[in-house]
């Protein structure tokens, strides 16, 4: 099974700020990794998938980038309503599904 | 119109049974992967399960392998969720969540709002 490993697990900000979040997998992915936001009593949803690619809707300050066993999302600009869980995701061929642990995105 | 809703949440007694329901809707159901995927309170997301579009192949998290099974009702756009011998631990939001390829890669594009399962005696 592959394990995704996100850090940091929290992660304090400030409005304006350039943030970046890696995920790490146990092998290697190529670029079969998804990033979601998650806000307190919602489901989460989707930001980027195929590690790089923005899915429609999502703010251009929002961005991927990695493949094999690294990646990243990067938020350019922070703003207040980025403000979440964000998690990693993985589905290999069997549609069998490993997430990240979470990174807490908190207002310094 | 919302694509996925779950249905059949509730408290339960730990070792009773309980049936999870999602209604798809505005899609074609037949076309997908569905899953289910959980969050216990305060913690991150933990997939459940996979039924493949035609329901030949479904898969499960260790966690629940031979007490939950998935189905599917292509017909009726429906997709479920038969939970056994339920744990304190099974406790969480379930949420159903559809599967998409897209230039060669799986992920979730839609997912429900969630129905709340409490185990608890």
């Known amino acids: 099974d592959i394990q995704l490993t996100q850090s940091p697990s929290f992660l304090s900000a400030s409005v304006g700020d350039r943030v970046t979040i890696t995920c790490r997998a146990s092998q290697g992915i190529s670029s079969y990794l998804a990033w979601y936001q998650q806000k307190p009593g919602k489901a989460p949803e989707l930001l980027i998938y195929g590690a790089s690619t923005l899915q429609s809707g999502v703010p251009s300050r929002f961005s991927g980038s990695g493949s094999g066993t690294e990646f990243t999302l990067t938020i350019s600009s922070l703003q207040p309503e980025d403000f979440a869980t964000y998690y990693c995701l993985h589905l290999n061929t069997d549609l069998m599904c490993s997430f990240g642990q979470g990174t807490q995105l908190e207002i310094k | 119109q919302v694509p996925l809703v779950e249905s059949g949440g509730g408290v339960v007694q730990p070792e009773r049974s309980l049936r999870l329901s999602c209604a798809a809707s505005g899609f074609t159901f037949k076309n997908y992967g569905m899953h289910w995927v959980r969050q216990a309170p305060g913690k991150g997301l933990e997939w459940v399960a996979v039924i493949w579009y035609d329901g030949r192949n479904k898969y499960y998290a260790d966690s629940v392998k031979g007490r939950f099974t998935v189905s599917r009702d292509n017909s009726k756009n429906m997709l479920y969720l038969q939970m056994n011998s339920l744990r304190v631990e099974d406790t969480a939001v379930y949420y159903c969540?559809?599967?998409?390829?897209?230039?060669?890669?799986?992920?979730?594009?839609?997912w429900g709002q969630g129905t709340v399962v409490t185990v608890s005696s």
């Open positions: 969540a559809r599967d998409v390829r897209v230039g060669g890669t799986n992920h979730f594009d839609c």
